[in-house]
């Protein structure tokens, strides 16, 4: 059995989340079964052979654990030679909070630099833009599967040329 997902949209809006079970019929050729989900539970489930994990997948959805905010959390990215750098955003009181750490490569607790920033979220929740360092407008965009783009990071906040501009993925457990 393989699980297949897709985005239920209307006028540009996400409102549910549509899954395909592909179950192996009698004859052993596969049967797509929609099963869509939206904030509710259940809104059509077209095959009763997969009743249980409908219920699993609801109950799943469902469930009261918040959402991952999707820029919360500590991003890596390549700024330079002989460096590593780590972004950690944090949410504090309906802002973002953001730390750039510049550390030597083979080092991280040997501390180049360090870059301090407060950001609000954009109205279509799909990047941040505010303070970062010297700078008096950067800005963050997710840019999907785990990356996060840095835009207008002041580099010579830190004595020197950094590349701090950039893709950053994010780091998992």
């Known amino acids: 059995m393989h699980l297949r997902l897709g985005l239920l949209a209307v006028a540009g809006a996400a409102v549910g989340a ?3 079970l592909s179950q192996p019929a009698p004859a052993h050729q596969a049967v797509d079964v929609p099963i869509v989900i939206n904030e509710q539970a259940i809104v059509s489930v077209q095959e009763d052979a997969v009743a249980s994990v409908v219920q699993r997948v609801s109950k799943a959805a469902s469930s009261s654990e918040p959402v991952r905010d999707p820029f919360v959390g500590t991003w890596t990215g390549d700024c330079g030679d002989l460096v590593q750098c780590d972004l950690k955003i944090e949410m504090v009181d309906k802002a973002y909070t953001l730390e750039l750490k510049i550390a030597d490569w083979q080092n991280a607790d040997n501390v180049v ?3 301090n920033g407060s950001m ?5 929740r799909q990047f941040l833009a505010g303070k970062m360092g010297s700078s008096p407008l950067s800005g963050a965009f997710l840019r999907g599967e785990g990356a996060l783009e840095l835009h207008d990071v002041p580099d010579m906040d830190c004595g020197k040329p950094f590349a701090l501009d950039g893709i950053y993925r994010i780091l998992g457990d």
């Open 18 to 20: 549509m899954f395909w």
């Open 113 to 115: 630099c360090r870059l």
């Open 120 to 124: 609000h979220i954009s109205d279509d």
